[in-house]
């Protein structure tokens, strides 16, 4: 078991984040121990997120894993190279 205080002035941001993902603010604190756990990149908010940071949340969150399934289509050999 662990504790972890939280202050007056973020338990309201994190109990509408919770809302906005259907859970209880204390699964989705679990959730992200969890993603640190395995090597997940931790999420720092200072104000603005970078693009950076939303590619590494997409797919440490699962988005993209049905690309691995998706073949091939394109390769070197196709289409016109480009050149700056």
């Known amino acids: ?4 205080p939280i ?9 509408a984040v919770a809302r906005a993902h259907h859970t209880r603010p204390e699964k989705l604190i679990a959730a992200y121990v969890r993603y640190l756990a395995l090597g997940g990149m931790p999420v720092i ?3 603005e997120v970078s693009s950076d940071d939303l590619a590494r949340i997409a797919m440490a969150g699962g988005s993209f894993d049905w690309l691995a399934d998706e073949p091939d289509l394109y390769s070197e050999s196709d289409g016109v190279p480009y050149t700056a």
């Open 7 to 15: 202050g007056d002035d973020e338990l309201p941001r994190l109990e």
């Open 45 to 47: 908010f200072d104000g």
């Open 1 to 4: 078991m662990l504790s972890v």
